[in-house]
Nanobody
Framework: VQLQAFGGGLVQTGGSLRLSCAAS????????MGWFRQAPGKEREFVAA????????YYRDSVKGRFAISRDNAKNTVYLQMSSLKPEDTAVYYC???????????????WGQGTQVTVSS
């Protein structure tokens, strides 16, 4: 199983980015795909997740209303549309797959390689 994340970059405060994560090697029919992030010197934290079975979405409080997670089952891909970006959103963003909705990084089954998002003030 491979997860490949794309779409990171440098953006100014208030800008937008769209991250993509393509899964290959397996189709996740009932899993939860999500995004985590890790800023320098901090622990990896949950950002957003989406259930493949019913499209239910979940977000950490600090990104609600600014980030939107979605998926394309035909492409086995999950997206994270990030808007109104703030400097505190700066981090390496990782996509992940888990059997259920787990907010802890230790409960994820598979990880992508990470993509850097930098928001300048």
């Amino acid at each position: 199983v491979q997860l490949q994340a794309f779409g990171g970059g440098l953006v100014q405060t208030g800008g937008s980015l769209r991250l993509s994560c393509a899964a290959s090697g397996r189709t996740f029919t009932s899993h939860v795909m999500g995004w985590f992030r890790q800023a320098p010197g901090k622990e990896r934290e949950f950002v957003a997740a989406i259930r493949r079975s019913n499209d239910f979405t979940y977000y950490r409080d600090s990104v609600k209303g600014r980030f939107a997670i979605s998926r394309d089952n035909a492409k086995n891909t999950v997206y994270l549309q990030m808007s109104s970006l703030k400097p505190e959103d700066t981090a390496v963003y990782y996509c992940a797959v888990a059997r259920g909705l787990y907010y802890s990084s230790s409960d994820q089954l598979y990880w992508g390689q990470g993509t850097q998002v930098t928001v300048s003030s």
